[in-house]
């Protein structure tokens, strides 16, 4: 069981990046879904470096967004994995640095992964001035795992006025030997608007020797600072995301997603991106 838990909060951290994109989120962190990364001594722990773009086509003449962003991530048996983030982002005229780190924690009793992370930005136009998560994984046997986590998002930027965000998230996943599916249900409060925004996400994946790919689908209400305000959006959503390493030391990272906000705007993504272990 311990050498179970150590990988999967191994593979945690090698795939920080191989999530969905969320408007206010640059850089999102790992959901609990391991991806492999050969490496010629596991037992030495790695260092890997990913550096990247994204690109984001607006409709409704909103424009274009651009991000470009640098990951460490840090992994080593029997320890905390952890990594940390500097993104550059283009939205709407202005430019938003943002600074993540997170750390994923592995617990023996009970058998889970504690995930802490927090992000800010100096100038947030835009992005959140400070965002927050805590979550937990709770395995069970036969491949079943249970994960809950809470998330806060202050916002006082040009483009967004004194405005806070809360999300609590539930999910249930279970792997089948390299697969994996995960259903999630979150709710969302914003200080300025009475309610709360429920939306559903499922996802499936492989995850291979040299080779993770994902797929998410989504629907619901969600938050978005949509260049005019930050509102409660009837969203839907359709993201794609693969790893491949070409050696033991090199990956490329690409993916896709679209995103369509009633009433807002449709949001195409194309993310790429090289991983280094070093």
């Known amino acids: 069981m311990k050498s179970t838990l150590l990988s999967v909060t191994t593979a945690l951290i090698v795939a920080a990046l191989a999530v969905p994109s969320r408007a206010d989120a640059p850089a999102a962190v790992a959901t609990v879904a ?8 596991a037992s030495a722990g790695t260092t890997q470096i990913e550096g990247g773009l ?7 003449n909103k424009g274009d967004w651009t991000s470009q962003y640098v990951t460490a991530m840090f992994s080593k048996p029997q320890s905390p994995s952890s ?3 500097v993104s550059n982002n283009q939205r709407f005229g202005y430019t938003d640095v943002d600074f993540e780190g997170g750390v994923y924690i592995p617990t023996l009793t009970p058998n889970g992964t504690l995930e802490l ?8 136009n835009v992005l959140p001035a400070f965002n927050y998560l805590v979550g937990y994984d709770a395995r069970a046997g036969g491949g079943m795992g249970y ?20 999300i609590q998230t539930l999910g249930v996943n279970k792997y089948f030997g ?10 969302a409060k914003l200080s300025n608007v009475p309610g709360v925004a429920t939306s559903y996400s499922a996802k499936v994946a492989t995850y291979l020797p040299r080779d993770s790919f994902g797929a998410t689908v989504s629907f ?35 993916g896709l997603g679209f995103y369509n906000l009633a009433g807002a705007y449709g949001r195409f993504e194309v993310r790429l991106g090289l991983r280094q272990r070093i």
Request: hydrophobic share 35%; charged share 15%; aromatic share 8%.
């Open 34 to 41: 391991p991806s492999p990364a050969p490496t010629p001594d």
């Open 54 to 60: 994204t690109t984001d086509i607006l409709g409704n």
């Open 83 to 85: 990594y940390v983030t």
């Open 117 to 124: 992370m927090a992000a800010a930005s100096p100038q947030h």
């Open 147 to 166: 994960d809950l986590s809470t998330a806060g998002r202050i916002y006082n930027g040009t483009l967004s006025g004194s405005v806070n965000a809360n």
């Open 178 to 187: 390299s697969d994996y599916v995960a259903v999630t249900t979150s709710f």
């Open 220 to 254: 619901g209400k969600d938050i978005e600072n949509t260049g005019t305000a930050i509102a409660v959006y009837q969203s839907t959503g359709f993201d794609a995301d693969e790893l491949h390493w070409f050696s033991a030391k090199t990956a490329l990272h690409a």
